[in-house]
């Protein structure tokens, strides 16, 4: 069994059950709770874990490089006073985003130095919580529904430090929900605790949710798949989203990029690529470049 699923299985569950003071005693109980993690299924799911975290389980590779310096390149954003809450999406369903936004989560959590939120907006696809082998529980959409406190649904994902608001059960209806006042009021509730919001959508198109959660970011990320996503997708993303209001693309899925760095790696690090595609996963800039 793995180093990750070996931290995992170590959590301890603990129901919250005191009100939001401030952040430190709030933090202490989401960091505290831990219920619904579950066992590897099997060998296969193991590895697919471990190789799409690549910076948890590879820190030293290209991949877990690349969003070190994606890191970097938003903390310069974040220190001009330009973003803090960050929607991630891409213009198609299968670009990648859900293995990104994990990584860059751990990446900007830091092992624990940054208190980093992701909260899961894909109200009609979750799939975060199965991605880390987790079970599913209540989430975003369920405290939406009832206007309970996001409390009881915040989780710590140790060790890779961040924590997961859930989207919950799929819901009928998830744009009215996103549009609602009391999910603006819950991402203003959290504001204060956090460092960092990241808040993965549904893809661009051609679903009206991300529209909705643009409204609540300060910026954006997009996620593209190279060789895969159409170049007309992107430049349709862009359109929507609006070019100023995205800080970068994600290059996801690029191949061959190791082979230049390989020596470097290999002789400063003892670099190994487990997977192509995934050690080279992505690079990004400051601006947007043409599709």
């Known amino acids: 069994m793995s180093r990750l699923f070996e931290a995992l299985k170590k959590a301890e569950t603990r129901r919250p059950d005191e009100e939001l003071a401030s952040p430190e005693p709030f933090l202490e109980i989401a960091g505290n709770t831990h219920d619904s993690l579950s066992e590897v299924p099997n060998e296969s799911a193991n590895i697919t874990l471990e190789s799409r975290l690549a910076v948890w389980s590879n820190p030293q590779s290209l991949a877990a490089d690349r969003f070190r310096v994606l890191r970097i390149q938003l903390q310069k954003l974040q220190a001009a006073g330009r973003l803090k809450t960050l929607l991630v999406t891409s213009p198609t369903a299968e670009d990648g985003k859900s293995t990104v936004v994990l990584n860059l989560a751990t990446a900007l959590a830091d092992h624990g130095k940054h208190r980093v939120l992701l909260v899961e907006a894909d109200l009609r696809c979750p799939r975060l919580p199965g991605r880390l082998g987790l079970k599913p529980w209540s989430g975003l959409s369920d405290r939406l529904k009832d206007g309970s406190d996001p409390i009881s649904s915040l989780r710590r994902i140790d060790p890779l430090a961040f924590y997961l608001l859930p989207a919950g059960e799929p819901a009928e209806g998830p744009t009215e929900l996103l549009q609602s006042e009391h999910f603006a009021g819950l991402l203003k509730t959290l504001s204060p605790c956090f460092d ?75 670099y190994r690529s487990r997977n192509a595609a995934v050690s080279a996963m992505t690079s990004a800039s400051n601006g947007v470049p043409e599709p």
């Open 196 to 270: 960092w919001i990241l808040v993965d959508s549904p893809p661009t198109a051609p679903i009206a949710d991300v529209m909705v959660l643009r409204q609540r970011a300060d910026g954006c990320l997009l996620v593209v798949r190279s060789g895969a996503t159409p170049r007309e997708a992107v430049s349709e993303a862009l359109g929507q989203l609006g070019e100023g209001f995205v800080n970068g693309i994600v290059l996801n899925g690029l191949e061959g990029m190791e082979a230049g760095y390989g020596g470097y790696y290999g002789k400063y690090y003892g």
